[in-house]
């Protein structure tokens, strides 16, 4: 791994983390996710993120999801698709990696829910302006795509007054983090300047809070919530980069809520 590299406040430079988190998800796919898929799919509500927090403590989805447009920004897997799908929303899910899409085809037919898939990215959509009523990332372009470009295109196609929702790992977390190992309790790195953590076979980009407010601002949108979620005790599982315990002290992921100011 490397260490974390720095992305200017225009989110120009290096654009090499497409191809690098394209393979990376094609091998993650390819190894594991079917069984992690299928239990995201078959979840009776929404779970978000590492530490499974249930929708109905968070409360960050429409209220009537019925006929609504929405697009899912990075759906890998597209369990959060299917979610929407059962509340009566119309997804339409885009994601970089063809195995992950694959996954996500296998479980629509297990399942019988069909909402288009898309290989492609969300720094560059195809789709037309102002044609959705939600933009939705849980840990998908959230995370893996330059936010400088990822933003700027989900303004462009929800239509005024449009929602945004994304879940990433928190600013804390990614200044505790080390290339290897668990998050510790002292900051490695410093937080002027950086944004994007490039770890050699993957490449994440985790904009300051202050950044990522003003990027938001600038293309439109009006900041409804910002929720940092906490690790529960007992944890429903431990991960390789930060303990429970670590989580439930410090937040080690969070959730932004949006819309576009019309």
């Known amino acids: ?95 970089l990696s063809r195995r992950q899409l694959d996954t996500a085809r296998a479980m629509q037919a297990e399942f019988g829910i069909d909402f288009p898939l898309v290989l492609g990215t969300a720094e560059r959509l195809p789709c037309r302006d102002g044609v959705f009523d939600l933009a939705i990332s849980e840990f998908g372009a959230s995370l893996w795509c330059d936010p400088h470009r990822w933003i700027p295109e989900a303004a462009r196609v929800l239509a005024p007054g449009g929602g945004l929702v994304f879940m990433r790992y928190s600013p804390l977390f990614a200044l505790c983090v080390p290339p290897e190992g668990q998050a510790s309790s002292a900051l490695l790195r410093g937080q002027f ?30 900041v409804d919530d910002l929720i ?21 002290q410090w937040p080690s992921e969070e959730i932004w809520t949006a819309r576009l100011a019309g």
């Open 1 to 95: 791994m490397t260490a974390l590299e720095s992305t200017r406040e225009d989110g120009t430079g290096s654009d090499h983390h497409t191809e690098v988190n394209r393979r990376y998800w094609d091998e993650q796919a390819a190894a594991s996710h079917g069984p992690l898929a299928h239990a995201q799919w078959a979840a009776a509500e929404p779970r978000w993120g590492l530490w499974a927090t249930p929708e109905s403590s968070v409360g960050v989805l429409p209220g009537d999801l019925a006929g609504m447009r929405a697009i899912e920004l990075g759906c890998g897997t597209a369990y959060v698709s299917a979610w929407l799908a059962r509340a009566g929303a119309r997804p339409f899910g885009i994601d």
């Open 228 to 248: 940092e979620i906490q690790a529960p005790r007992p944890a429903h599982r431990e991960y390789g980069e930060v303990s429970a315990a670590w989580a439930h």
């Open 193 to 222: 300047g950086t944004g994007r953590l490039d770890w050699g076979r993957r490449v994440e980009f985790v904009l300051p809070h202050g950044r990522m407010l003003r990027l938001l601002r600038t293309h439109g949108f009006v």
